[in-house]
């Protein structure tokens, strides 16, 4: 079975801080994906990101980075020099892949973020 | 806007009654997808189309669910005889191979 644990159930953090939000997964398979979506307060989930499981490369978008580490099964993922609209919950998900492709969604509890201004 | 979109976005009902729900994919996107999301918790699968087949069926899924996608389109998702345990948002998703994209949801209370 897959699980995905996301133990910070709220952070709360001052505009221009940094913070990290930590995702660990639990998967029998060995191939597969890791994704982090935003579900801001109007409450539509909004893809962030997509990391095969065979690709351990960090990756940097703007403010965003992410962390992926196979040996601890962590995807994490950091804001740089946070700003009050990053205010939302984050949700880290898990899928397998069947024939090359990512299929339904496991995912974490998230963590609801609060930047104050 | 050419987005994933959810009808009705509120829907209130009485225990026992049927509510039904629509959800148009993004238009070239094969694969859709139902979830299902209680306050405080992270979306739960439900079902999975890819065209108008039905692949794939959660155990949370119970007799009283049931969804169709007629003609490899739209989706909808009947609730017979609602509980108070459904109150949730439900979710539909879509995706063409990897990254899946979410409609606002359908936020049913049942009384």
């Known amino acids: 079975a897959q699980k995905v644990t996301q133990a910070q159930t709220e952070i709360s953090v001052v505009e221009k801080e940094d913070v990290t939000l930590d995702c660990v997964y639990e998967t029998r398979d060995t191939t597969y994906y890791l994704f982090w979506y935003k579900q801001p307060p109007s409450g539509e989930l909004v893809f962030l990101i997509r990391?095969?499981?065979?690709?351990?490369q960090n990756e940097i978008s703007g403010r965003y980075s992410w962390n992926f580490q196979k040996s601890t099964s962590s995807f994490n993922f950091t804001i740089t020099a946070s700003q009050v609209v990053d205010s939302a919950v984050y949700f880290c998900?898990?899928?397998?892949?069947?024939?090359?492709?990512?299929?339904?969604?496991?995912f974490g509890s998230g963590t609801q973020l609060t930047v104050l201004p | 806007d050419t987005g994933v979109s959810q009808d009705p976005r509120h829907k209130i009902t009485k225990r026992g009654q049927n509510v039904t729900f629509r959800c148009d994919p993004i238009?070239?996107?094969?694969?859709l997808y139902w979830y299902r999301q209680t306050l405080g918790q992270g979306p739960e699968f439900l079902t999975y189309f890819q065209n108008e087949a039905q692949l794939e069926k959660s155990r949370l899924l119970s007799d009283r669910f049931s969804a169709e996608r007629p003609k490899g389109s739209f989706s909808t998702l009947e609730i017979q005889r609602t509980e108070q345990g459904d109150s949730a948002m439900y979710l539909c998703a879509s995706s063409s191979v990897n990254e899946q994209f979410f409609g606002p949801g359908t936020r049913l209370t049942v009384l």
């Open positions: 990391r095969n499981s065979f690709d351990e």
């Open positions: 238009s070239e996107h094969n694969r």
């Open positions: 998900a898990l899928s397998n892949r069947d024939s090359g492709s990512a299929r339904q969604l496991t």
